[in-house]
């Protein structure tokens, strides 16, 4: 694809329910990482990936939250039992020339929880 | 804790002014990169420059670093409307596989 592809963009749910939010990465781009971002506030690193193995994930706030990456491709992150202060951007980036070099970012999943 | 801090917060110019934003940090890096951001959404990578770099220009832009003074600032040449977005430094920490560390953004408002 052209870019770093997320869905979906909005997502309203209740308190207490389960969202998964879907990344798809630039094609051949290895490495994925997961940000998400408060209103006003700089970005919050979450988990990366190196192919399909996430090195670091202490980033997660809580055990409520996962995250896999399958084939190399496709990221999902997963919050269980959601809560209100859950509600952000959730930013999905993936790079190809290195670690840490130039960030291709996706528009991002506005989660709402009510 | 936040590596990068930007100052200003927010910074309101005319258009075909200079706008000069600025980025300091605390920890030894790799690389400082800076980002635009519209609307609150996805980010745009606008350059990146390495440790062993004093100046980089890309375009209206122009990129310093101070690894002395842990400093950085992005300068915007003629400026125009189109600008207008939030502009974030993000850092490499030189320690280990540790993700870019984002600092909380300057919002750059470009008045026609």
């Known amino acids: 694809g052209a870019g770093v592809s997320q869905s979906p963009s909005n997502k309203v749910t209740e308190k207490g329910k389960d969202v998964e939010l879907r990344c798809d990465p630039i094609s051949g781009h290895t490495a994925l990482y997961w940000y998400r971002q408060s209103l006003g506030q700089g970005l919050e690193f979450l988990i990366y990936?190196?192919?399909?193995?996430?090195?670091?994930k202490s980033g997660l706030p809580s055990d409520r939250f996962s995250a896999e990456r399958t084939g190399g491709s496709v990221s999902t992150l997963t919050i269980q039992r959601t809560q209100q202060e859950d509600s952000a951007v959730y930013l999905c980036?993936?790079?190809?020339?290195?670690?840490?070099?130039?960030?291709?970012f996706g528009s991002g999943t506005q989660l709402s929880v009510l | 804790s936040q590596q990068g801090e930007e100052d200003p917060q927010a910074l309101s110019i005319q258009e075909g002014e200079n706008a000069t934003m600025n980025c300091s940090y605390k920890?030894?890096?790799?690389?400082l990169q800076w980002y635009r951001q519209n609307s609150g959404r996805g980010l745009v990578h606008l350059i990146l420059?390495?440790?062993?770099?004093r100046e980089k220009h890309s375009g209206r832009l122009r990129v310093t670093l101070d690894t002395s003074k842990k400093s950085s600032s992005l300068l915007i040449t003629a400026s125009r409307a189109a600008d207008t977005a939030s502009y974030f430094c993000a850092t490499d920490p030189h320690s280990g596989n540790t993700p870019l560390v984002f600092g909380k953004g300057t919002r750059l408002s470009v008045i026609a």
């Open positions: 980036a993936s790079s190809s020339t290195g670690f840490n070099e130039k960030l291709f």
């Open positions: 420059i390495r440790s062993n770099e």
């Open positions: 990936f190196q192919g399909n193995s996430a090195p670091d």
């Open positions: 920890t030894s890096i790799n690389n």
